[in-house]
């Protein structure tokens, strides 16, 4: 009776630590969708200050407002781009230190299930033999 006890408290476990393994994955999941989008950002503002480098001081530069072009500073839209960048890039190095956190709760979540497993498949087969 101790051993049908102890094995569906394993079970239990396992149940408990295979779920939070799944919301783990679905975090991991999650931070590479917005690490994709934050990385098309940055190549698209990366192209944008690159066409604005290209351009002489007295060049007409707009900006998309709404449905609305309006008149914007040359050095204004260098200074808004440069600071896009620049948080576009912390927030992909915050994703990538968040990223390695959760893969690393992920492999000691995994280790921690197959410890149960293993533990279950040694309490079946000493029922196996009795």
């Not at 001081?57 to 200074?79: H, S």
């Not at 896009?84 to 299930?113: F, H, M, P, T, W």
Request: aromatic share 2%; glycine share 4%; hydrophobic share 35%.
């Amino acid at each position: 009776m101790g051993s049908s006890t102890a094995l569906k408290e394993l079970q239990r476990d396992l149940e408990v630590q295979a779920n939070v393994l799944s919301k783990l994955q679905k975090e991991i999941s999650k931070n590479h969708q917005v690490r994709k989008q934050y990385t098309i950002q940055l190549g698209e503002n990366e192209l944008v200050l690159k066409e604005l480098d290209l351009l002489k001081e007295d060049a007409n530069v707009y900006k998309l407002i709404g449905p609305v072009l309006v008149k914007q500073d040359l050095a204004e839209a260098n200074a808004n781009v440069r600071k896009r960048i620049e948080y576009i890039s912390a927030e992909l190095k915050r994703l990538d230190g968040s990223l390695q956190d959760l893969e690393d709760q992920q492999n000691s979540k995994k280790s921690a299930v197959m410890k149960i497993q293993q533990k279950i498949q040694t309490l079946q087969a000493g029922k196996a033999k009795s």
